[in-house]
């Protein structure tokens, strides 16, 4: 939600997405350093708008670092969330 400089309000919608970013960088002697940043955008609570009601979107956010070895794996976890009402 924004507010005008007439104190109009205005609604703008977005996407609720899980997204990730790898940045990486060779090292050199078979390594590589990966950056990682990972976001989750969630519906949060209900809003009342007038006689309308929206979602706010909830915003997690991580950023690590981690170095590889060549032929190495990594595996994340921890990324979903569920909620039970």
Same mark, same amino acid.
């Given at each position: 939600?924004?507010?005008?400089?007439?104190?109009?309000?205005? *609604?703008? %919608?977005?996407?609720?997405?899980?997204?990730?970013?790898?940045?990486?960088?060779?090292?050199?002697?078979?390594?590589?350093? !990966?950056?990682?940043?990972?976001?989750?955008?969630?519906?949060?609570r209900?809003?009342?708008?007038?006689?309308?009601?929206?979602?706010? *979107?909830?915003? +997690?956010? *991580?950023?690590?670092?981690?170095? !590889?070895?060549?032929?190495?794996t990594?595996?994340?976890?921890? *990324? %979903? +969330? +569920?909620?039970?009402?």
């Open positions: 939600m924004k507010s005008g400089n007439s104190g109009a309000t205005a *609604i703008e %919608f977005k996407e609720a997405v899980l997204g990730m970013e790898v940045t990486p960088v060779v090292l050199g002697n078979g390594r590589i350093q !990966l950056t990682l940043r990972l976001s989750q955008d969630m519906p949060g209900s809003l009342t708008m007038g006689e309308s009601q929206v979602l706010s *979107i909830d915003k +997690q956010e *991580i950023a690590t670092q981690v170095t !590889l070895r060549d032929g190495e990594l595996a994340l976890g921890g *990324i %979903f +969330q +569920q909620q039970r009402t």
